[in-house]
């Protein structure tokens, strides 16, 4: 008798269990979805401000151009990064987050870098992300 009660408060307690983690779960990708839909948001108000650029980049003299050029191309790099963040979230998958570090190294080198040794390590940092994407994932983690 003394088995067959512990046996039933053994299998409460893991049907408790498998049910907290279900709904937690279930939180979770709510969670994720609605910062998901949060970053979507906020690219597609972002991109109002690159038709604010334009403007700027035509009428802009020679000696400004490169910092407005430099500028719209940070934004349209953050608003890629926003959306591969997004992406990310949504896949859960490692090749979808080394594509948010490849952009997001990308847009330091090519942007904000000014030093010899910056661009040197960021050229770095993204041949090992390109080896890594390329040779230790496993072909069906890439899709």
Same mark, same amino acid.
């Given at each position: 008798m003394m088995a067959d009660s512990e046996t039933r408060k053994l299998h409460r307690f893991h049907h408790f269990k498998a049910w907290i983690i279900l709904q937690s779960e279930r939180v979770i990708f709510v969670l994720l979805a609605l910062l998901t839909a949060a970053i979507v948001l906020a690219v597609l108000l972002g991109v109002l401000d690159l038709v604010r650029y334009l403007p700027m980049?035509?009428?802009t003299s020679t000696a400004d151009s490169y910092r407005v050029l430099r500028d719209f &191309?940070?934004?349209? =790099?953050? &608003?890629?990064?926003? =959306?591969?963040?997004a992406s990310a979230l949504i896949k859960q998958k490692a090749p979808a987050f080394l594509n948010v570090m490849i952009y997001g190294v990308t847009m330091k080198v090519l942007l904000i870098s000014t030093q010899v040794l910056d661009l040197l390590l960021g050229a770095l940092a993204l041949g090992v992300l390109f080896l890594v994407k390329r040779y230790l994932l496993s072909p069906h983690s890439q899709e």
């Open positions: 980049i035509f009428g &191309l940070g934004q349209i =790099l953050l &608003l890629v990064i926003g =959306l591969e963040i």
